[in-house]
């Protein structure tokens, strides 16, 4: 990271500290209900990025607790820095898609292998799918929230479609 700048890592993790102080652990689970749809952030990224934050000043540790847990909350220089981000250009999407990757190769793939492959991202896109429909619901007062899980279940039913064209291909 350039001493100004933040990856989208870093920058999700002072997103999520503005509700408040959390651990990495708090920040892993937090992630992954409200980002978790469309990013993902490993257990392992959150606990590499929370010290730099820190040494920059971005964050302020907070007492320890039970089980050695550290909490972290964001700092005013930990704020602008989001905000600078929050202003930034966000650049190219990469799109890491395991079943599409799979899929390219498709002709390389049994019969079989292709009909477990779609069997089981069927069962897998149904149950995020029906997930995602109950947070939808259960999103109240942030737009840009509900916004953002609507356009998960939008993907979640486009993917369904078309496992379902490709697997009867």
């Known amino acids: 990271m350039a001493e100004n700048e933040l990856n989208s890592t870093a920058a999700a993790l002072l997103g999520l500290l503005h509700e408040g102080p959390m651990t990495g652990g708090d920040l892993v689970a937090s992630a992954e209900a409200r980002l978790g749809a469309f990013w993902s952030v490993t257990r392992s990224q959150v606990y590499r990025e929370l010290p730099v934050l820190a040494e920059r000043g971005y964050l302020r540790l907070g007492k320890t607790g039970a089980r050695a847990a550290q909490p972290y909350a964001i700092t005013a220089a930990g704020k602008k820095a989001f905000t600078r981000w929050l202003s930034q250009e966000p650049g190219r999407d990469h799109q890491r898609n395991q079943v599409l990757l799979r899929t390219s190769f498709g002709s390389l793939h049994t019969a079989a292998q292709r ?23 259960a999103t109240k007062g942030d737009p840009y929230a509900k916004a953002t899980i609507d ?19």
């Open 115 to 137: 009909r477990r492959l779609f069997a089981a991202q069927r069962q897998l896109h149904d149950e995020r799918l029906a997930a995602l429909r109950e947070q939808s619901r």
């Open 151 to 169: 356009f998960a279940v939008t993907y979640e039913r486009a993917l369904l479609k078309w496992l379902d064209a490709v697997a009867a291909s």
